[in-house]
């Protein structure tokens, strides 16, 4: 008759999931869930050997995972802190994070509180010293197409730029924002762009931008005042010289 062992020790399993964008989050089914699903089958598969998923939920929707500054990341590693778990399990490695240098800032705070890292779909553990090699190769990778698709980005903007279409944040002085429905291109301001031309013109004459600056201070000249699409008032300020500069820059 054989008999059986001891229970297995209760190994605490906390689920991260996260999400870059908001899109989608307001659906019964999102990405966050199929997330963490994904996770619990995996951590049930390990009920023998005493894995229990922690009640609490550690989600991040609409975050980046290229900065630590996630709300339920901080909880985690606070959990972590606290001695409240044993192991982190995620879908994928870069939903944890997509930077080489944060990765290893998480790691090195896992392996201080004894606590391993899992990805479900990648079948990597941080306990094994060729897990971690894998593991920074893999985030190499996470974290090059994290970049090309920032330079994607900030290519195709300079771009649409360069063609006058009006990319959004802070409006020049000079120019109006486009009406809603009318092609992105910025609307000249004729009263402010008699402004932007006196100071072009002062600046020509003056050949300073310090002295420039103090001019139109003394004149009342500011820079451009608006009102954002959430109702804030935004400018109407002194002009600092940094701010002098661009505008002289701007193409």
């Avoid at 991040?60 to 985690?76: I, T, V």
């Amino acid at each position: 008759m054989s008999r059986s062992g001891p229970p297995p020790s209760r190994v605490r399993c906390a689920i991260y999931t996260r999400k870059s964008s908001n899109e989608g989050l307001d659906q019964d089914f999102n990405s966050l869930h199929a997330q963490r699903e994904a996770c619990e089958a995996y951590i049930r598969s390990h009920f023998g050997e005493g894995w229990r998923a922690v009640e609490v939920q550690y989600d991040d929707g609409g975050y980046s995972g290229g900065s630590m500054e996630r709300p339920a990341l901080q909880r985690l590693l606070r959990d972590i802190q606290a001695g409240r778990i044993d192991v982190v399990v995620v879908y994928k490695v870069d939903r944890l994070t997509r930077s080489l240098t944060d990765f290893a800032k998480i790691v090195d705070r896992f392996d201080n509180h004894g606590v391993s890292f899992v990805s479900v779909t990648q079948a990597f553990n941080t306990t094994s010293s060729m897990g971690r090699l894998t593991l920074n190769v893999l985030l190499s990778f996470a974290q090059f197409e994290r970049e090309v698709t920032g330079e994607r980005i900030r290519d195709k903007i300079a771009a649409s730029k360069a063609k006058g279409m009006w990319m959004g944040g802070n409006l020049p002085l000079g120019y109006d924002a486009p009406v809603a429905g009318a092609p992105r291109a910025l609307v000249p301001n004729e009263a402010e762009a008699k402004v932007v031309r006196h100071i072009f013109s002062r600046y020509l004459a003056l050949k300073s931008t310090n002295a420039l600056r103090e001019e139109l201070e003394q004149d009342g000249i500011r820079s451009k005042r608006w009102i954002s699409s959430r109702g804030r008032e935004i400018g109407g300020l002194v002009f600092s010289r940094g701010a002098l500069r661009h505008l002289l820059k701007n193409p």
